[in-house]
């Protein structure tokens, strides 16, 4: 997987960690960029789980990485 991506996942575990939750990437196709995401700890199974995938994990990734795609599993 991309650097880029490692790093600015990092950054966006400590803001699901400091809720209780967590992140655990399960797969990246780079062809065509998606990146396929657990949710962990208090954020799976959370209602918002979907809004903190796209609203907040996918937007943040796309500043660095403008195409990128996240799924939860």
Do not use: H, W
């Not at 950054?11 to 400091?18: D, G, P, S």
């Not at 990485?65 to 799924?71: A, L, N, R, S, T």
Request: proline share 3%; aromatic share 2%.
């Amino acid at each position: 997987m991309d650097k880029k991506i490692e790093q600015k996942l990092d950054k966006i575990r400590k803001v699901l960690q400091a809720d209780g939750g967590d992140l655990k990437v399960k797969s990246y196709n780079e062809k065509k960029k998606i990146l396929k995401v657990e949710l962990l700890g208090m954020c799976q199974g959370c209602p918002m789980a979907e809004i903190t995938v796209k609203g907040f994990i996918e937007k943040e990734l796309q500043k660095d990485i403008p195409k990128i795609k996240v799924e939860s599993i």
